[in-house]
């Protein structure tokens, strides 16, 4: 029924403040609120408390949190390995600051996560597919010791593109929701034309999600929760 959707709550953690999720949300008439680094700062103390007290208060009113993490993960990507390599030590010992706030980032998403958990809500968390962050012990025991699954897309098959060409992009999600990994499972590349590299100029745009790929996202989320939506992207044959 739509009282069941009602009682969902949308929270995305490290987002923009006009995010197409959290659009997607609005657009869907659903409560959501985004966690960005102006309105919590996830590196502080204060931050996350905020965080963690509007979780609880949303919660009280009977809201059931689906929760969407993408962290930055630039501390973390393939580049860093290049430019190690090309800048030597002092690159490597600037990168221990940049990681160590990521760390503190991340530590405050298992936070946010488990009082989310905890109230019988779900939990997603995106990044690139060949992150070197995914093998950050504390996010490999989280997602094992809470039963996440994991789902693999690729960009092109939301219609990322640059220039005309389509973007690959591969992107990893881990979730507790298993409706969002049906959902999101058939979206992979099956382009017949040449990709536009991933790189340069290209590589932060392709960090933002396409209207489709937000829709998607809130239609596997809310599946479930006792509603069908008008606006259902086609899936790829």
Same mark, same amino acid.
């Given at each position: 029924? +739509?009282?069941?959707? @009602? ?5 995305? *953690? ?9 659009? &997607? ?5 659903? !409560? ?5 680094? &102006?309105?919590? /700062?996830?590196?502080?103390? =204060? ?27 630039? +501390?973390?990507?393939? !580049?860093? /390995?290049? #430019? ?7 690159? !490597? ?5 940049? =990681?160590? &706030? ?11 996560? $488990? ?21 950050? +012990?504390?996010?490999?025991?989280? *997602? ?5 699954? $994991?789902? !693999?897309? $690729?960009? %092109?098959? *939301? ?18 929701? @298993? ?7 058939? *979206? ?5 034309? &040449? ?8 590589? +932060? ?13 809130? #239609?596997?989320?809310?599946?479930? %929760?006792? @509603? ?10």
């Amino acid at each position: 029924s +739509p009282s069941d959707v @009602s009682k969902v709550a949308f929270a995305e *953690f490290c987002c923009g403040s006009q995010s197409l999720l959290g659009q &997607e949300a609005e657009r869907k008439n659903i !409560r959501y609120i985004r966690f960005t680094k &102006e309105s919590h /700062d996830m590196t502080s103390k =204060r931050g996350v408390e905020r965080a963690l007290s509007d979780i609880k208060t949303l919660q009280v009113k009977g809201y059931k949190i689906k929760l969407w993490a993408s962290v930055p993960c630039r +501390p973390w990507s393939l !580049r860093t /390995d290049l #430019n190690a390599h090309r800048l030597g030590p002092r690159y !490597r010992k600037w990168l221990v600051s940049p =990681r160590l &706030e990521s760390n503190l980032i991340l530590q405050s998403f298992v936070d946010v996560a $488990d009082l989310v958990l905890e109230g019988n809500g779900d939990v997603s968390f995106e990044w690139p597919a060949f992150c070197h962050g995914w093998k950050i +012990p504390l996010l490999q025991n989280f *997602f094992a010791s809470r039963n996440f699954q $994991d789902v !693999r897309v $690729d960009g %092109c098959a *939301f219609g990322l593109q640059h220039q005309g060409r389509p973007v690959k992009k591969p992107w990893l999600i881990m979730t507790t929701h @298993s409706p969002l990994v049906k959902q999101l499972k058939d *979206f992979r590349c099956n382009c017949t034309v &040449e990709h536009a590299p991933c790189a340069g100029s290209v590589a +932060p745009a392709s960090e933002n999600y396409t209207p489709k790929m937000a829709a998607e996202i809130l #239609n596997g989320l809310l599946h479930n %929760c006792g @509603s069908t939506w008008g606006y259902v992207v086609p899936r790829p044959q």
